[in-house]
């Protein structure tokens, strides 16, 4: 046996409850049929035994193991992954705590012949919808195992905090799916609140402070403005495509600020601006000029039909973008597009998540792959997708869609 000792021992952080610092103090090498025994301070012991195919990881579950104090259980992780955890006999409380804390679900106990005998029989009655009942969590794909890319303990720096938040602790996870290359962020912090005015406060205060964001950002030289490079590219594109010979008309869903708008307007389209805070809505009519409404999309009556629709940093809010993004459908002109604009984390990981790309009120942040399942699972025609810079520095994918042969296609329940 060799043990080769850290010094110091490296530490890293995990936990989706309390923050656990881990410290990894060394590595053991063992040859075949050589073993190591793991104590605690009550005699509770923990053999690991190397074989030349690899290892006893336990003792026998329901003998030597539980004679030596320690009883085994099956964990299920929050993203599917599943842990066979030794409990202390005594601390099954404590275990408990854990188990809740960190949002897992405990299968089974494996210190008992019943239990150990149904793991043994293949169950065949509905086992993945069982899966499915514990973790909700599904990609764009429709993949629902998806690894953990990053883990936040505080708050990354220029993201906006919630009054609602005040005093909770900070914890969130990005998850990656390895198929397309999709991120979710997941967390237990209140995402209703940013879309019933508390976010709208956080970021622009009172109808004033949206008046000066407007005013900040419409005045900004071409080249320092996101928004000039986007008004020039969809209304180029979409003019090109449509073969209009009238004004053109464009409903913009999650208008926000309205700056889109107020260019879309100056190159000569019809605008209606769509967003669910009225202050926004009110924005849009008294300093922009456009129609707007303020509703849910999803709920709003009577929209008309528009030669463009757009959704501009939106559907990354959303939990299931793929419905809000098919419900566009129903408000397109035959031969109508769809403008949708995203934020790329391929290439925003690639910096490190502490990037805007990847802050709190993102559900999900896009994988070009991803971007395109979204529109075609949504029921539309891919017609370009492209990746940008921003002069902000935010990295975007942008697609033009238009209405395609096939239906929407559901997630799986």
């Known amino acids: 046996m060799k043990v080769l000792v850290h010094e110091p021992p490296r530490v890293f952080r995990t936990g989706r409850g309390e923050p656990i610092a881990i410290k990894d103090c060394g590595r053991m090498l063992l040859e075949p049929d050589e073993q190591v025994t793991f104590v605690t301070e009550a005699g509770a012991e923990y053999d690991v035994t190397r074989k030349a195919w690899g290892f006893y990881a336990t003792p026998s579950l329901n003998g030597r193991l539980l004679n030596f104090g320690l009883r085994a ?82 708050a990354p720096e220029g993201e906006v905090r919630l009054a609602s938040d005040a005093g909770r602790s900070y914890r969130r996870e990005i998850l990656r799916c390895a198929l397309c290359g999709h991120y979710i962020s997941i967390h237990k912090m ?25 005013a900040r950002i419409t005045s900004l030289p071409p080249q320092r403005s996101d928004n000039a490079g986007r008004v020039r590219r969809v209304s180029e594109f ?37 967003d669910p805070d009225e202050r926004a809505a009110r924005h849009a009519r008294e300093t922009v000029g456009v129609h707007a409404v303020g509703a849910d999309f999803m709920t709003a009556e009577n929209l008309g039909r528009y030669d463009l629709v757009t959704f501009n940093k939106v559907l990354e809010h ?48 896009f994988s070009a792959a991803s971007m395109a399942l979204l529109g075609s699972r949504a029921g539309f025609e891919v017609l370009e997708i492209e990746r940008l810079q921003e002069p902000s520095t935010k990295y975007t994918l942008r697609a033009f869609l238009r209405l395609g042969t096939q239906p929407r296609v559901e997630l799986p329940a």
């Open 73 to 154: 259980a099956l964990v299920r992780s929050f993203v599917g992954k599943y842990y066979l955890l030794l409990v202390e006999r005594g601390h099954e409380a404590a275990f408990e705590h854990y188990v809740a804390l960190e949002d897992n679900t405990l299968v089974r106990w494996l210190d008992n012949d019943a239990d150990l005998a149904s793991v043994t029989t293949p169950n065949t009655t509905g086992a993945r919808d069982a899966s499915r009942s514990v973790n909700d969590v599904h990609c764009m794909c429709g993949a629902d195992r998806l690894t953990t890319a990053h883990t936040y303990f505080a």
């Open 190 to 214: 209140e995402r209703k609140a940013f879309y019933e005015g508390e976010y709208v406060n956080a970021t622009y205060g009172n109808a004033e402070g949206i008046r000066e964001h407007f």
């Open 238 to 274: 979409a003019l090109a495509w449509l073969n209009h010979p009238t004004a053109p008309s464009v409903l913009d869903v999650g208008s926000g600020l309205c700056v889109f708008l107020y260019g879309m307007k100056a190159a000569g389209w019809t605008c209606t601006a769509l």
């Open 318 to 365: 959303i939990k299931d973008p793929i419905a809000t993004l098919s419900r566009a459908a129903s408000c397109l002109n035959p031969g109508g597009l769809v403008y949708v604009e995203l934020p790329d984390g391929e290439a925003a990981a690639a910096e490190g998540f502490g990037r805007e790309e990847f802050f709190v009120e993102h559900y999900h942040v």
